[in-house]
Each structure stands twice: as C-alpha cells, then as structure tokens.
C-alpha cells in the first residue's frame, strides 16, 4: 500500500505564493508517476499538473500552466508544487497522487489533501 503525505498548505492573500510537498512511500522502492489535482468547493476534482518519476517529462492543465510548477525532489517519489500568482479561484483542497503509469486519467493512489486558501 502506497501512503502519500502532502504538506505546505495554508492561508496566503491574492497574488501570493505556496510551495506544496508530497512523499510518497510504499517500503518496495518502486517509482511512481505523480501528480497534482484540485478540488474547489461545490465543483469536481480538477487535473493540474504531472510529472514522470525521473521528472524529466511534465504535463500540465491548459489553464493552470505558467502559474503552477510540478517539480521532483532529490528524495525517491517526493514532487512540489510551486503555486504563483494566487487568486480566491484557487481556494481548495490540493492532493497529491502516484501511479506506476499515469497520474492522467485515474490514479491508483492519493494522498488525503492540504487545503490552500486565498483571501482577497
């Protein structure tokens, strides 16, 4: 069972920014494709960003490409996500998820989510 933990979530005003982390663990060392989705209230899950597992390959949402940034950490199966340029529209639960293939479509593991607010 893989076992994902985010973190750096937070409360931060229009036009800020937020770093979050996930790690990834399983105890196997296998390495996992990981990625980034969002759920803002009343509205449904939403793809944001991926990220091969050697990091050398990401795929973003068409609208959410220039503010966002998917990284891979130096650690096995860690990835960032560089929030910019914050606005109330991005208010909602982050979550991070792996898979041995593709994030894209239907992940096979998720992390329990951090959720990031934006004030105006």
């Known amino acids: 069972q893989v076992q994902l933990v985010e973190s750096g979530g937070g409360l931060v005003q229009a036009g800020g920014s937020l770093r979050l982390s996930c790690a990834a663990s399983d105890g196997t060392g296998a390495n996992y494709v990981m990625g980034w989705f969002r759920q803002a209230p009343g509205k449904e899950r939403e793809f944001i960003a991926a990220t091969t597992w050697s990091g050398d390959g990401t795929h973003y949402a068409d609208n959410l490409k220039g503010r966002f940034t998917i990284s891979r950490g130096n650690a096995k199966n860690t990835v960032f996500l560089q929030l910019k340029n914050l606005n109330a529209e991005d208010t909602a639960v982050y979550y991070c998820?792996?898979?041995?293939?593709?994030?894209?479509?239907?992940?096979?593991?998720w992390g329990q989510g951090t959720q990031v607010t934006v004030s105006s």
């Open positions: 998820a792996a898979d041995p293939l593709s994030v894209i479509a239907a992940p096979r593991y």
